[in-house]
């Protein structure tokens, strides 16, 4: 079975039962699970079942329907979030001294092109720490009054740029050596991680957004149909109260005048609960948060034009062997960065023309 056509919300599940030491082995349609005692405890189940998300498989024998919505699901989603996965974890720090001057100077002009400009290694090296975020969520997409989908999503975020990692950098990350107790953070740490949960949190939200206008697709032509078999059917009452106006004296002509004035009403009211029965929501609820503490060496560098100097830090992160990624100084923008005559900044903020 293909474990991406699983239901997600029966996904989920799994996989709370796979972290809490049960065991899971796909058959089919459906999947065979052994549950420890204290989670069969838990949710009220024998410690030995068959699952499946598709009711045509559950009416088999002993076979048990678990698809989202069930309460199984909701518990397990209820314990993961009042668990609260939270915690600071930091990576080893490197024994010897930062790397030399003419190698970081050599390796900050690879990543760190500037128009106009020319970067150059100003100062020592200090030892720091750069928090990363990891941030994972359960997202609740209700695509209409019946249909409703539960699934995770993460995300992580580097704190100093409050930019979202790519998936080769989290992988060197979790790969690479763990300190054995990471020292407490201090209060720029801390201040670095809550500025950048907002970001995280907007990420996540941003990806659920788009998550539920593909879901929300699926059900347009329901709703479609629903909307188009209204509008035909007041258009018929409509149709027949103004052909009978017509031809009725002046009285009844008033009283059926009334009748299609209230019908049009009616319409808008009804075409409006059809329209909210297919509105999609979203809901993200946090459950995971960790940060994790890089260790490497601040760098002062110094973006070069002409007689200027435009003092700048960045930061070598040892595990990654790279610096940090940073934004523009000026306005905060990824595009390269730009020296003028007056100020640095990017490609972006600084047009050709003025940076030239
Ligand atoms: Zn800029």
Redesign the pocket.
């Given at each position: 079975m293909n474990p991406g056509n699983v239901d997600p919300g029966l996904r989920f599940w799994l996989r709370y039962v796979d972290d809490r030491g049960g065991l899971t082995e796909p058959a089919g349609d459906s999947t065979l699970v052994m549950l420890p005692e204290s989670v069969a405890a838990q949710f009220d189940l024998p410690d030995e079942l068959v699952v499946t998300a598709e009711p045509d498989i559950a009416r088999d024998d002993g076979v048990v329907l678990l698809a989202t919505g069930h309460p199984v699901l909701v518990q397990a989603a209820d314990a993961t979030l009042s668990d609260g996965d939270v915690g600071v974890m930091g990576l080893a720090t490197p024994s010897g001294p930062a790397p030399g001057s003419a190698f970081l100077e050599e390796r900050v002009r690879d990543q760190f092109p500037v128009e106009h400009g020319k970067i150059e290694v100003s100062g020592l090296p200090t030892r720091i720490v750069r928090p990363v975020l990891r941030l994972g969520a359960l997202a609740t997409y209700t695509v209409s009054a019946e249909e409703t989908y539960q699934e995770r999503l993460e995300c992580w975020v580097d704190a100093g740029s409050g930019l979202r990692l790519a998936p080769d950098v989290v992988a060197r990350l979790q790969a690479a050596p763990r300190a054995d107790a990471p020292a407490a953070p201090g209060a720029p740490v801390l201040d670095a991680v809550a500025g950048a949960l907002d970001t995280a949190h907007g990420i996540l939200d941003d990806a659920a957004q788009r998550r539920r206008t593909a879901l929300s697709g699926q059900a347009s032509d329901a709703h479609r149909r629903e909307r188009a078999h209204a509008r035909d059917y007041y258009a018929d009452v409509l149709r027949s109260l103004e052909r009978r106006r017509a031809g009725a004296e002046v009285d009844r002509a008033e009283l059926l005048a009334a009748r299609a004035q209230s019908t049009k009403e009616e319409r808008t009211r009804r075409l409006l609960e059809i329209d909210e029965k297919y509105q999609a929501r979203h809901e993200i609820r946090p459950y995971r948060l960790h940060a994790m503490l890089v260790p490497g060496w601040r760098v002062p560098v110094d973006v070069q034009r002409g007689p200027r100097r435009y003092p700048l830090t960045v930061d070598w992160l040892a595990p990654l062997g790279a610096f940090a990624q940073e934004r523009?100084p000026?306005?905060?923008?990824t595009?390269t960065l730009s020296a003028s005559k007056t100020r640095l900044?990017?490609t972006?903020?600084?047009p050709a023309a003025v940076s030239a």
């Open positions: 523009c000026h306005c905060g923008s595009a900044g990017c972006v903020c600084l």
